[in-house]
């Protein structure tokens, strides 16, 4: 229910609204520390109303950044590839789902996200307290597994609309907060252990 409100309200987004908070929210994410001094940086290209991350990805790259995204397999889990430009995509549909923009080039297995400095992660909403509301598939809280079975902490940072920071959003066990969240408007710290 929580995340069909979320999603219904994105939907309501023209497609300037979408582009000019991908502008600056890509302004506001290259702002941060943590991206600044990252050499591998594992994304994701938005689809639909989805906060746009495509600026933020070509920026990345013009600093050098080795950015890897993800391509669903069809446990759900991520395998990543890394990105080279708008050119390096490939449009893929998963059965009913929406139709993804995922790395064409080599897959370089699910365990490179573990060689990651930074991991940009999509979301619903963030609570006060960091916790993160994803879209439900498990493809994201697998790669957090991931990351804490391989004993590595690189910083976890959500990228969202300003209204989806919200009071509280449902918690699960495995769940973990992540470290930032960043808007059109600015960037909230949860954690400052990165």
């Known amino acids: 229910m929580l995340r069909r409100e979320f999603l219904a309200v994105r939907n309501r987004l023209t497609a300037d609204d979408v582009r000019e908070s991908a502008a600056a929210l890509a302004g506001r994410a290259l702002g941060l520390p943590e991206l600044a001094r990252a050499r591998t940086v594992a994304a994701y290209v938005s689809v639909g109303s989805e906060p746009g991350t495509l600026a933020l990805l070509d920026a990345l790259r013009a600093r050098g950044v080795r950015v890897l995204l993800p391509a669903l397999l069809p446990d759900n889990d991520l395998d990543w590839g890394a990105y080279t430009g ?94 930032a969240v960043v808007t059109p408007s600015g960037v909230r710290r949860f954690r400052d252990d990165v």
């Open 86 to 179: 708008a050119d390096s995509l490939a449009r893929v549909r998963h059965g009913s789902k929406m139709a993804l923009f995922e790395p064409s080039g080599e897959r370089l297995g699910p365990d490179a996200v573990t060689g990651a400095d930074v991991v940009l992660l999509p979301g619903l909403a963030v609570d006060a307290r960091g916790m993160r509301l994803g879209r439900g598939g498990g493809s994201y809280d697998r790669v957090l597994a991931r990351l804490e079975r391989a004993g590595v902490h690189p910083a976890l940072v959500v990228l969202l609309y300003d209204s989806e920071i919200v009071e509280h959003v449902p918690e699960e066990a495995h769940d973990q907060a992540v470290h």
